[in-house]
């Protein structure tokens, strides 16, 4: 659904997100990443469990939340990826009580 408009273009740093080891370019945010590597949902509500996406990508609407290097409630649009990062979907309010 997402791709990029430009190939990568400058430095990149690999991350792995739910598992797979991907190259992206270095300062792209977590949820950029996740997005154009067709996670397809980066969390779950804590109610329904029903799949959620970023939507608004600006640090307002917190459907990003994601488990970034083991912590939970992460908002993947505010937060740039960094080298041997680790990406996780956020299952209901994260965390082990998830
Ligand atoms: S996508 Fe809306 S807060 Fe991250």
Known sequence: ???RLNEIEGPTVT???EGADVQVP??????AAALV?????TRTTS??????SPLC???VCFECLMEVDGSPNQQACQVQVKAGMTIRRQQGVGGTDA
Not at 47 to 52: F, H, K
């Open 26 to 31: 270095e300062g792209e945010t977590v949820a």
């Open 47 to 52: 109610l329904s469990g029903a799949p959620r």
């Open 15 to 17: 991350i792995n997100i």
């Open 37 to 41: 590597h067709h996670l397809g949902y």
């Open 1 to 3: 659904m997402f791709k």
């Open 57 to 59: 990508m600006m640090g």
